[in-house]
T-cell receptor, first 112, second 112 residues
Framework: QKEVEQDPGPLSVPEGAIVSLNCTYS??????FMWYRQYSRKGPELLMY????GNKEDGRFTAQVDKSSKYISLFIRDSQPSDSATYLC????????????FGQGTELSVKP | IAGITQAPTSQILAAGRRMTLRCTQD?????MYWYRQDLGLGLRLIHY???????GKGEVPDGYSVSRANTDDFPLTLASAVPSQTSVYFC???????????FGSGTRLTVV
């Protein structure tokens, strides 16, 4: 079993829909939780990050971490076609960086 | 523009051949990483280097080697390529924080 599990999708939604992306993990030592967005034929780019449990909001994006359940989520409100990409969750034990452990990535398509 | 340069962008390689994937960064980051990305498996760490002169093994190191002679360059070598090494390879560097990763645009390698 992988340390981080993510439903690979693909996920297709109409424009304006609320999207929920999720990851579960098994390592209790993870402290930093990140979401990366990857457009086709590009490298991943950091979208949001959260330290420990709690919520963080940035525009249409909300990241949630529930350490007691070992579960993290990314919500996208009013989804746009430009949000079509692969979304990867990533986690780290070490606040000074170190190795990131990634989920499998979820491919999202937002249809106009 | 500061960032990571990977070369080549794509390559078709005969099985048994030796290949070096190049990675150069201009951000003076101490830490650098090589990941491979495969459908359904996400990004998996191959090798890493916390600082010039040191390297370490990641999750899937077999068949790969790295060197870190200076801060800027982190080449990945496949000594004798096999078809299972067909993948997209991403180089990344970190400023020392869990959220300070920068990824290159990737090298698409096909071993036939």
């Amino acid at each position: 079993q992988k340390e981080v599990e993510q439903d690979p999708g693909p996920l297709s939604v109409p424009e304006g829909a609320i999207v929920s992306l999720n990851c579960t993990y098994s390592n209790s030592a993870f402290q930093y939780f990140m979401w990366y967005r990857q457009y086709s034929r590009k490298g991943p780019e950091l979208l949001m990050y959260t330290y420990s449990s709690g919520n963080k909001e940035d525009g249409r994006f909300t990241a949630q971490v529930d350490k007691s359940s070992k579960y993290i989520s990314l919500f996208i409100r009013d989804s746009q076609p430009s949000d079509s990409a692969t979304y990867l969750c990533a986690m780290s034990e070490n606040p000074q960086g170190g190795k990131l452990i990634f989920g499998q990535g979820t491919e999202l398509s937002v249809k106009p | 523009i500061a960032g990571i340069t990977q070369a080549p962008t794509s390559q078709i390689l005969a099985a048994g051949r030796r290949m070096t994937l190049r990675c150069t960064q201009d951000m003076r980051h101490n830490a650098m990483y090589w990941y491979r990305q495969d459908l359904g498996l996400g990004l998996r760490l191959i090798h890493y280097s916390n600082t010039a002169g040191t390297t370490g093994k990641g999750e899937v190191p077999d068949g790969y080697s790295v060197s870190r002679a200076n801060t800027d360059d982190f080449p990945l070598t496949l000594a004798s390529a096999v078809p299972s090494q067909t993948s997209v390879y991403f180089c990344a560097s970190s400023d020392g924080s869990a959220t300070g990763y920068t990824f290159g645009s990737g090298t698409r390698l096909t071993v036939v």
